[in-house]
């Protein structure tokens, strides 16, 4: 199957508040359409790697490559337009903006992008929201819903370009079980039936184990990347 | 960038919080309209001032100046034969009449200069205004009174009466406000005169006007050019005064002396040069205006800037997010400064209103300004100009006091805030 996401040597160092390094040389590779968790202790560097892929930060030493395009070493702008195409981000915080309605929340990202009309951008965002179960909720602000509903409105928000890979950075953290299963089911369905890739920061279990692969970091190196069946139980 | 989006975020972010886009704006406002209240005011005052002490008077004033004999009265130095008298005279000026040589012929000749706006012709006498026993000393200024009204707006100087009755008779005068107080004259009066020349002359007074200066109210009036020349029993191509008005003040000192070396036998003096005080009190009332302006301006964009800065505080997780799913700095930068110059434009136009309302009244309240000012009201000046120079600093302002907050939003590290 083909490599969507390369990374090769990654390192970061923090230098405050004393220099330290959290990700010591870190390579590995997702595949197009791949379920992939990212699991470790607190304080293992996983968010901070998660970061790195997402091209937000780019203070870091390596080289990135997703979809083929090479990242690292671009410009702010440059970065930004690439995410707005092809990355697509799911935080623990769910993170809408609470003056717009859920719907103004998923079609901004499109309307940014500009590649569709704005009544098409707004019919895609109904279908986005229906598919995570929100359509109902599309014209309600976003402080008005709860936090598993604005997860998913998020989740719709995440997949409105139709990105190449959908991150997520704990994001079942903050939900009930309910809630976490409704969002793991979305996402397996986006990663099996629309060949997207899903790289999701977990400490979840059940979450982690229903994904294709999981690779468990301790202490900014990998500790391996298998299979859930093979992988070490998580503690 | 797409422009509709921005505009409808930043929209959506001023609306949800309506009491902070409120109070921002109402800094500009403030600042406007005071800017305004202001400026009309203070050039109100001015504009008054100027045609107080410029309305008669004028740029250029041509007259007949006169001169003393240059004789020398020593005879000390000189050689002096035996059978000769030597007539030592005083000194004492010609015997000249004040007439300007050609005057007319001169008025036409400087009226068709470039730069001229208009030439008036005057026949000046100093004359006793007889009120029983008593004399009161007095002049009258024989003038062109279609000109006069041209150049000296002396028609919108009458209390009573109508400055054309002077064409209807002769021997009509409008008299000075004071002098006619003096003597208790009302207009359809009659007064006598007496003449430097010891001529007495029975005059109707048709109208009473006022300059608002004393000086002039209570010792001048006015009369045709024939009627002062009947007085003086002079002909009809005696002028003693041609006063002229430029289309610009500041230019009439140089075409004076210009005029000067083209003319002889006339002494010209201008106006602007005698009265530099005037225009300098004028131009530091101007700069005291623009300053305190100024100074509110800068006051509400600090207004601005703060309330912004609060803004952005308060919407950092949203900018980290915009970020995150791909709004660019400058998209981010566009969004807020689409908020402080809609609050300032907003801001401005009402301020606008404001100021035009509250100058509006200020020229509707009465101004006790004595008799002698030609005065009810306190004077404002209604300026397009000053409106379009206020909306343009509530811009200028509220641009520069967004910039700085909007470009510090733009570099919000989105990571720093999305991991907390």
């Known amino acids: 199957m083909e490599t969507v996401l390369e990374a090769q040597g990654i390192r970061k160092k923090f230098y405050q508040p004393t220099e330290f390094e959290v990700l010591k040389g870190l390579d590995f590779s997702v595949k197009k359409g791949e379920f992939f968790s990212i699991t470790g202790k607190s304080g293992c560097g996983k968010s901070t790697l998660l970061y790195i892929l997402s091209t937000m930060d780019t203070d870091y030493e390596g080289a990135l490559t997703i979809n083929g395009e090479r990242l690292t070493g671009k410009k702010q702008n440059a970065l930004s337009r690439f995410r707005n195409e092809h990355l697509g981000f799911v935080f623990q915080f769910h993170f809408l903006l609470p003056e717009f309605t859920a719907l103004q929340n998923v079609m901004m990202p499109a309307q940014r992008l500009a590649r569709y009309s704005v009544p098409e951008i707004e019919q895609r965002a109904i279908e986005k929201l229906r598919l995570v179960g929100m359509d109902a909720f599309a014209h309600q602000h976003a402080s008005k819903l709860s936090g598993g509903q604005q997860q998913r409105v998020a989740i719709a928000r995440a997949l409105i370009n139709d990105p190449t890979v959908i991150m997520g950075d704990e994001p079942t953290g903050n939900l009930d079980k309910e809630n976490s299963m409704r969002v793991f089911h979305i996402f397996q369905q986006l990663a099996r039936e629309n060949g997207q890739t899903i790289i999701t920061v977990t400490h979840d279990p059940d979450f982690a184990n229903g994904s294709d692969r999981i690779m468990e970091m301790e202490d900014g190196n990998i500790l391996g990347i298998a299979p859930p069946q093979e992988a070490t139980p998580y503690v | ?420």
């Not at chain 2, 010609?94 to 009226?111: A, D, P, T």
């Open chain 2, 1 to 420: 960038m797409n422009w509709k989006l921005a505009f409808t975020i930043a929209m959506t972010h001023l609306l949800t919080k309506k009491k902070q886009t409120v109070v921002a704006m109402l800094g500009v406002t403030f600042g406007i309209s005071m800017f305004i209240i202001m400026i009309s005011f203070m050039t109100g005052v001015n504009d008054f001032t100027e045609d107080m002490a410029m309305d008669n008077t004028p740029h250029l004033h041509l007259y007949k100046a006169i001169e003393i004999e240059d004789k020398k009265i020593t005879a000390l130095n000189q050689t002096i034969a035996e059978d000769e008298w030597y007539v030592v005279e005083h000194q004492k000026p010609k015997n000249e009449l004040s007439k300007i040589k050609n005057g007319f012929n001169l008025m036409q000749r400087i009226e068709a200069m470039p730069g001229v706006r208009g030439i008036a012709p005057q026949v000046s006498t100093q004359v006793f205004y007889n009120n029983g026993p008593i004399q009161i000393p007095g002049n009258i200024y024989g003038v062109d009174v279609q000109k006069q009204i041209d150049l000296f707006d002396l028609d919108k100087k009458m209390d009573a009466g109508e400055l054309t009755d002077l064409l209807k008779g002769s021997n009509v005068i409008v008299m000075g406000k004071g002098l006619a107080e003096k003597m208790g004259i009302h207009v359809g009066d009659r007064v006598s005169i007496t003449t430097p020349e010891g001529n007495n002359l029975n005059l109707k007074v048709v109208g009473i006007f006022s300059f608002g200066v004393a000086a002039l109210d209570q010792t001048q009036s006015y009369a045709t050019l024939a009627t002062v020349q009947k007085i003086l029993q002079k002909d009809p191509s005696y002028v003693t005064d041609l006063n002229v008005k430029m289309y610009d003040v500041t230019t009439s000192a140089a075409f004076g002396e210009r005029l000067s070396r083209q003319v002889k036998d006339v002494k010209i003096e201008d106006w602007e040069a005698a009265n530099q005080s005037l225009l300098a009190g004028e131009q530091i009332r101007n700069i005291m205006t623009f300053v305190v302006c100024f100074t509110l301006l800068v006051v509400a964009g600090f207004g601005i800037y703060n309330i912004m800065n609060m803004n952005i505080i308060n919407k950092m997780k949203d900018i980290a997010i915009l970020k995150a799913t791909g709004f660019q700095g400058s998209d981010v930068t566009l969004i807020f400064m689409i908020e402080s110059v809609s609050i300032g434009i907003a801001g401005a136009f009402l301020g606008l209103v404001i100021g035009f309302f509250f100058s509006y009244l200020l020229s509707q309240t009465p101004f006790p300004a004595g008799e002698f000012f030609r005065i009810d009201t306190f004077p404002v000046n209604f300026n397009p100009v000053h409106y379009t120079i206020g909306v343009f600093f509530g811009f200028l302002t509220t641009l520069m006091a967004g910039w700085f907050p909007a470009r510090k939003a733009s570099k919000i590290d989105p990571v720093v805030i999305i991991r907390g």
